[in-house]
């Protein structure tokens, strides 16, 4: 495995948006089922990032991550993650029928069918943003793997020296 530069998740969450506003088709993005230090794998086309953060429920976590050497290839179907714009008329839809799953549901497919969007595009009251796919991400490679347990150390030791006047 080669000496991957870890950067903060914040760094590398800015680098990501620049890339999404100039081209927001293809991306995906994935996030572990892990309760401690869930990861986030994004995916364009032509890139990967991994991140590795403290928790999925703090509204700033603190996080580490990497550029991918190698991109992820996504091994099942599914919407591209993107920002897309809800008219008024969606978002009563929306509102409307969010207690019917079936209707919900369909009304979500015909929205996520739409190309994604760069944000800074978007005039509409309302955005839709995703998917985020939560997998067991079973599916990436030893060498990813690998990489995780690396940011997962990083990240220990990033909490440490950021709480440890806590401890």
């Known amino acids: 495995m080669k000496n991957k530069e870890v950067r903060s998740a914040d760094e590398i969450l800015q680098e990501v948006m620049k890339k999404y506003e100039k081209d927001p088709r293809g991306w995906h993005v994935f996030v572990s089922s892990d309760q401690i230090y869930p990861t986030f794998l994004i995916t364009n086309p032509k890139e990967s990032w991994m991140i590795k953060i403290e928790s ?22 599914q919407p591209t993650y993107g920002f897309r714009p809800l008219s008024p008329e969606d978002i009563k839809k929306l509102f409307l029928f969010r207690r019917n799953p079936q209707e ?14 760069p944000l ?26 690998k990489l995780e347990q690396k940011l997962t150390k990083e990240l ?6 950021k709480y440890s006047m806590y401890i």
Not at 59 to 75: S, W
Not at 104 to 117: A, E, G, V, Y
Request: zero cysteines; proline letters at 10%.
């Open 120 to 145: 800074s595009e978007i005039r509409t009251p309302g955005v839709l943003g995703g998917p985020i796919s939560f997998s067991d991400l079973s599916w990436i490679s030893e060498e990813q793997r």
């Open 56 to 77: 999925r429920f703090k509204p700033y976590p603190l996080g580490k991550g990497v550029k991918l050497d190698t991109k992820i290839k996504v091994p099942f179907r």
């Open 156 to 161: 220990e030791k990033h909490i440490y020296r």
């Open 104 to 117: 919900l549901k369909s009304i979500l497919d015909s929205l996520l069918r739409k190309p994604p969007s």
